[in-house]
């Protein structure tokens, strides 16, 4: 059996991209070339290497013995590119998301990271559901808050989160901002619902949590904040107002299993995870 290196290679990034078109643009191949190396390298395995189900492409038995022999051997080509101080191409932006825009907060600690693997571009994506980016294909990474985490996903949890209500000092504490209609569609969870508000007390309504922010501490009005963010805010107090039960949830950095997605993603991951764990902790 003669199985040559680009078209696992090409196998890997199509399983991580999800389908022929989108492996095609990111390795910069046609389509057609996507779908005769996948004919070669099945005809070479001697069986099928990818099938289709409900959740979409996902590799079988054969395939994956194919994948953990790719993510080896791209774990020892990296490390071979630095002992020889080679700078490593990266394959493609390592696509961000985070619901309701979490991810445009750290983008402090993306930059540190940049500078950790300058050869690494990040593209923060903006999408008002993490957990549904993953699902579409459209981030490889999501910073999501939810009860559990999704079967089909994997991750890291980071920590048990809750809500408080907060407002700038001097500003009107019943005046409220609110979620626009987009996020309330996306988002209907109890976390969200907190900062749903109708009628003559909605000040403003947003549709990010780094706008949520700046309404508040622009005096606004109050809006239900995650307490991390909220405590770290010296011109924000908290008000005295107990959150619904249902409130709180968890935090999650999460992705496609780990045969879905780069080396480089998973540092990022890792990188991120300390951040916000940093966040959590209050540091």
């Known amino acids: 059996m003669a199985i040559e290196w680009d078209d696992i290679r090409i196998f890997q990034a199509t399983i991580r991209a999800g389908d022929y078109s989108s492996a095609a643009r ?20 001697g069986t099928s290497i990818w099938e289709r189900t ?48 979490i991810a445009s907060l750290l983008l402090g600690d993306i930059a540190a990271f940049r500078e950790l693997q300058p050869g690494v571009p990040v593209e923060v994506t903006g999408a008002r559901d993490a957990i549904e980016a993953l699902h579409q294909r459209q981030a490889d990474i999501g910073i999501a808050f939810a009860s559990a985490k999704p079967l089909d996903l994997a991750g890291i949890r980071i920590g048990r989160i809750s809500q408080d209500l907060y407002v700038a000092r001097g500003a009107d504490p019943e005046r409220r901002i609110g979620w626009g209609h987009a996020v309330q569609l996306a988002n209907p969870q109890p976390w969200a619902r907190l900062n749903v508000v109708e009628g003559t007390m909605l000040a403003c309504e947003v549709d990010s949590l780094p706008a949520m922010l700046d309404a508040v501490r622009a005096g606004i009005g109050a809006a239900w904040l995650w307490t991390f963010l909220g405590d770290a805010e010296p011109a924000l107090m908290r008000l005295e107002e107990e959150a619904p039960r249902g409130a709180a949830t968890d935090l999650w950095l999460l992705h496609r299993d780990v045969a879905g997605i780069e080396s480089a993603a998973l540092a990022l991951r890792d990188h991120l995870a300390m951040a916000l764990g940093r966040w959590l902790a209050g540091a």
């Open 54 to 101: 409900v959740d979409g492409y996902r590799p079988t038995a054969r395939g994956r013995a194919i994948l953990r022999a790719a993510d080896a051997m791209e774990r020892a080509m990296e490390r071979m590119l630095v002992e020889l101080d080679i700078a490593n191409p990266a394959a493609g932006p390592i696509r961000l998301a985070g619901t309701t825009g």
């Open 26 to 45: 990111r390795l910069g191949l046609d389509r057609t070339t996507i779908g005769r190396r996948f004919t070669r390298l099945e005809r070479e395995a």
